[in-house]
């Protein structure tokens, strides 16, 4: 057994080392250069399909089905986070929508939680030292 590499026959075709950063730049920029012309097209008044996919996983949290059936999927308003009539047109499987839905926040009960939240973070009296809600209400609707 021999303790030498192996080298490449003398007739074979090998890149020189300063090619191979050069062809993955090249390979990048075609790469980011897809991506602009992809945006480009794009219409930017419909958007895209985030709603729809946070809405499959809502619609999941909602019923507990594990495989719902694709006519009966309804899309959440986005400003509000209910449910709309208007029908969710994603067709794929819910494996994936299913385990966002285990392991993910209620989706439809977001707003409210998080209005929630906020108000009891800023709007209790108790974290007012010194100053009642309603004279931190007054300052605030004067704009200081």
């Given amino acids: 057994m021999s303790s030498t590499g192996t080298y490449a026959p003398s007739g074979a075709s090998t890149a020189p080392a300063t090619a191979t950063p050069l062809i993955a730049a090249a390979i990048l920029g075609l790469f980011v250069l897809a991506a602009v012309l992809s945006a480009a097209r794009k219409d930017v008044t ?6 729809a996919h946070t809405s499959y996983v809502a ?23 209910h449910f709309t009539d208007a029908a969710n047109y994603l067709n794929h499987p819910p494996i994936f929508y299913g385990l966002l839905a ?17 108000f009891e973070l800023f709007l209790r009296p108790d974290h007012f030292a010194g100053a009642g809600r309603d004279q931190f209400l007054q300052v605030n609707e004067s704009g200081f």
């Fill in 102 to 118: 285990a392991i993910g926040p209620d989706l439809e009960n977001a707003f409210r939680r998080i209005f929630k939240q906020v």
């Fill in 59 to 81: 619609q999941i949290q909602h019923t507990g089905e594990a495989w719902p059936a694709f006519n009966s999927l309804r899309l959440l308003d986005p400003q509000t986070f």
């Fill in 46 to 51: 419909q958007g895209f399909d985030e709603v």
